[in-house]
């Protein structure tokens, strides 16, 4: 008897051609801030160290974009799923439409805040600079760690279509 666990795989297999666009937007979001911080690296202070406020407003933004990069996904997933709650049949690109569309978006707004934190390296002396690096690397750790996989979208796609059948609400359970 198949149980949960078979169809998860089969959606992760209908799913992974489609989600190759996905991850190529994905990967380029994440290689964007990665040139981008090797630049900044390799170039060194673009200027007189110091400049003002632009480091800690860069870093204030930053940490605003990568918080609302958990929140803004989850509001354009459940406005896409809204007109599906309760009814029988979903079709797979129902829930997968909205999913990219709101990981599209939220990996946008982690790309704006890595770019950011590298903005903030400009003006900063050397020794502030050793420890502000670690901001970006992190931001693009937290992008790598959100890399779409098919499995993982599978179990939210099911999970979902649970919750919307039962009329659940646009948000999966768990």
Known sequence: MPGPADDIDSIAAEIAPRMTSLQVIHLAL??????????MLVQGPAGPEGRG???PVALICAAAGAAMSFVLPSIFRGAGLA?????????LEALLGPYSTGHIAGMA??????????????????????????????????????????????????????????????????
């Open 30 to 39: 994440v290689a964007s801030v990665t040139v981008f911080l090797v630049v």
């Open 53 to 55: 406020a632009f480091g």
């Open 83 to 91: 007109p599906w709650r309760g009814k029988e049949e979903i079709p």
């Open 109 to 174: 707004l982690l790309e704006s805040a890595g770019f950011l934190a590298c903005f903030a390296l400009l003006g900063a002396p050397w020794n502030v600079r050793r420890v502000l690096v670690v901001i970006p690397i992190g931001i693009l750790a937290l992008m790598i760690a959100r890399f779409p996989r098919p499995r993982a979208v599978a179990e939210w796609i099911a999970s979902t279509r649970e919750a919307l059948v039962a009329g659940e609400g646009d948000r999966p359970r768990g």
